[in-house]
């Protein structure tokens, strides 16, 4: 017993002595990763950042449930899978339906642009599967200047918009506004949603979920939001972004689900304070 024992030292003694310096190895990877910076002048329907996503990435695919607050899958996947991230704070949606995914919650004409990288290894997000979608929304500008859109649209489209923004060398204040409102969208053969919903379910277990005759011909969806921002150059080195947005949507119709939305309402605060070359 006591020979093993001391054959077995002898042993890792030799593996250890033989052991070889590797030098220093790097591994590199390249993500793949689409830059969209036009995406408030573009997109005419401020009230759904999903639907601009699926026109102007390949990759990301549109999950359809109404007018607005629709949904998307990056790579295949979706849910929690896709991380959503607005000016590097994590956006998360309430319902466990869906009825409000992370990007209903952040209003195009308020970014300044999006960035959307594919693959699971981004270390700078925790938690992502399928890629993530990072929105840098607007800063103050300091020279004063306003905004005011008015846009019309199929299916009764209406938008009304106005932005204001200026200061100075130390503070800056950005306030936007808008109101989005629409009727039912309608299909190839001009059924609404309310029509869809009948035919689907007309003579199926399903036949009680029909929209009651006076909600038949109601809007789709109206959507209210507001955002103010701050921006403070604290020194040369300190910066400070103080951003409050709200988002007020009502009677938003979900022609695939069992149930619509009576309101939905969010408020995102985020607070930024960046201090650069700690090491000076």
């Known amino acids: 017993m006591d020979k093993k024992i001391y054959l077995s030292i002898v042993c890792v003694l030799a593996i250890g002595a033989n052991a070889a310096d590797l030098g220093t190895i790097d591994v ?11 995406v408030s002048n573009e997109d005419v329907k401020s009230a759904d950042l999903a639907e601009a996503l699926y026109k102007e990435v390949p990759s990301i695919n549109l999950i359809r449930r109404s007018g607005i607050a629709n949904d998307i899958t990056l790579r295949g996947q979706k849910r929690d899978n896709i991380v959503v991230t607005m000016d590097d704070s994590k956006v998360c949606g309430a319902c466990p339906n869906r009825m409000d995914p992370p990007t209903s919650h952040i209003v195009t004409a308020n970014i300044n642009s999006v960035k959307v990288s594919e693959g ?23 020279k ?5 859109e008015s846009t019309i649209g199929s299916f009764g489209y209406r938008k009304v918009g106005a932005s204001v923004s200026g ?32 035919k689907a379910v007309t003579g199926t277990k399903f036949a009680g979920y029909k929209f009651q005759d006076r909600y038949k011909d109601m809007d789709a969806y109206t959507k209210k939001t507001a955002m103010a921002k701050v921006y403070v150059d604290v020194n040369d080195k300190q910066d400070m972004q103080l951003s409050y947005t709200a988002n007020r949507s009502d009677d938003v119709l979900y022609g695939n689900s069992k ?18 070359d700690l090491n000076i």
């Open 167 to 198: 200061g100075n060398d130390k503070v800056r204040l950005l306030l936007t506004g808008s109101y989005e409102n629409s009727e039912q969208y309608k299909d190839g053969s001009g059924n609404t949603v309310s029509k869809q919903i009948d």
């Open 259 to 276: 149930m619509d939305a009576i309101y939905d309402n969010s408020d995102i605060i985020n607070f930024k304070y960046t201090i650069r």
């Open 120 to 142: 699971p290894y981004d270390v700078e997000e925790f938690g992502n599967l399928s890629g993530s979608v990072k929105v840098t929304m607007k800063k103050p500008t300091k």
């Open 28 to 38: 590199t990877g390249v993500t793949d990763t689409k830059i969209i910076s036009n």
């Open 144 to 148: 004063l200047k306003g905004n005011v």
